[in-house]
């Protein structure tokens, strides 16, 4: 099997990059993680990565000032040279220009800490307990120019409990994102996603039942 080149591109914690790196250890896994981005040098998930042998650059943002797309052509310039195949955002803080993501159009992803189209933007534990939800989790989705927007390939819920802080929601959340983020990045590199009329279609999926009621009664 000729695995797909993967970029993660993080920004902290890196704990879905992490998640994505394990899940590629599998001989069976359609894509090989062969570079961990950060724009911020100081981010933990980079050392993450070197105890996993995995390749690591630092394109910081910073040094660029208000030049977003000097700071993507640096970001390009070291896809190109791992000759990457497709990218993963993962907990990467900064918004692109149409210019990057039309480069990376159906070949970079990103997890959303919430059910989408509900809660874009940040603090979206916060945003879901203000707004009373009863289920509440996350999204893999393609990247578009439009924040937290663009086809949706997977998502997974969690049961909002009455006693929960945004701190617990996280905690339950993060622990759906790590299986959904490496299952839409498999079904991305084995080909099995198609948009049709904005919306993905995976080829071969199962049919969940359609039932997820919360609370049970
Ligand atoms: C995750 O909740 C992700 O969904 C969001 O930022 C957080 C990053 O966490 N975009 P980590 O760096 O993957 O641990």
């Not at 040098?41 to 000097?70: M, Q």
């Not at 578009?144 to 617990?168: K, L, N």
């Not at 929601?169 to 084995?190: C, D, G, K, N, Q």
């Amino acid at each position: 099997m000729i695995k797909k080149r993967v970029a993660v591109l993080i920004s902290g914690r890196g704990s879905n990059m992490a998640a994505l790196v394990a899940a590629a250890q599998d001989a069976a896994f359609p894509a090989a993680i062969v570079l961990v981005l950060s724009n911020r040098p100081g981010a933990a998930g980079l050392a993450t990565a070197r105890d996993c042998a995995i390749e690591t650059a630092v394109v910081d943002h910073a040094v660029y000032g208000r030049d977003r797309e000097a700071f993507e052509r640096a970001m390009q310039e070291r896809l190109e040279a791992h000759r990457v195949e497709l990218v993963c955002l993962a907990g990467f803080m900064r918004l692109f220009t149409p210019w990057f993501v039309d480069r990376w159009q159906r070949r970079m992803i990103n997890i959303h800490p919430a059910l989408l189209p509900a809660f874009r933007g940040l603090d979206t534990h916060q945003q879901a307990l203000a707004a009373g939800v009863k289920i509440h989790g996350a999204s893999v989705h393609f990247v578009v120019p439009d924040m937290d927007a663009g086809p949706i390939i997977a998502q997974g819920a969690v049961a909002v409990r009455d006693d929960d802080t945004a701190a617990t929601l996280a905690a339950r959340v993060l622990a759906i994102e790590h299986r959904i983020y490496p299952a839409a990045l498999s079904l991305l590199a084995a080909g099995r996603i198609t948009i049709v009329d904005g919306r993905c279609r995976i080829e071969g999926a199962g049919d969940a039942d359609g039932r997820l009621l919360v609370p049970e009664v």
